[in-house]
């Protein structure tokens, strides 16, 4: 009856260990954001990449490099900076559900016809 129970604790043992390891294997194994950089200006905006290869997390982390207030919107999600003044920064996390062009611009007034806006495209 020893080796029964002995047998049985080590069993138990050996399953509760594979089980935490897949278990913290799944968690390490969550994507990370993608990560892009918009650099805003009078009157553009420059993004680390325009693309990613399928519909995941981006963490837009949008630097106003100019010297008026810029914001940064994803139009059809509704997802937008706050207003930025110069040397102001904010990440904006946006969850990217399927693939598409998605158009952003900056809202302040005359901004986006003066060059602030674009697409940034899901494969």
């Known amino acids: ?11 138990a043992l050996v399953l509760t260990t594979a089980l935490l390891a897949v278990g913290l294997g799944a968690a390490s194994a969550a994507t990370a954001p993608v990560k892009v950089t918009v650099l805003a200006g009078e009157f553009y905006f420059k993004l680390s990449t325009v693309s990613i290869p399928k519909p995941e ?9 100019g010297t008026i207030a810029h914001d940064f919107e ?3 999600l509704n997802k937008v900076t706050k207003l930025l003044q110069p040397k102001q920064k904010q990440v904006l996390t946006v969850t990217f559900t399927k693939a598409g062009s998605y158009y952003y611009l900056c809202t ?6 003066e060059g602030m806006a674009g697409n940034f495209t899901v494969k």
């Open 1 to 11: 009856m020893k080796i029964t129970i002995r047998i049985t604790a080590g069993l």
């Open 57 to 65: 997390t981006v963490q837009f982390t949008v630097i106003n490099q």
């Open 74 to 76: 994803i139009q059809a």
């Open 108 to 113: 302040v007034p005359r901004h986006a016809q």
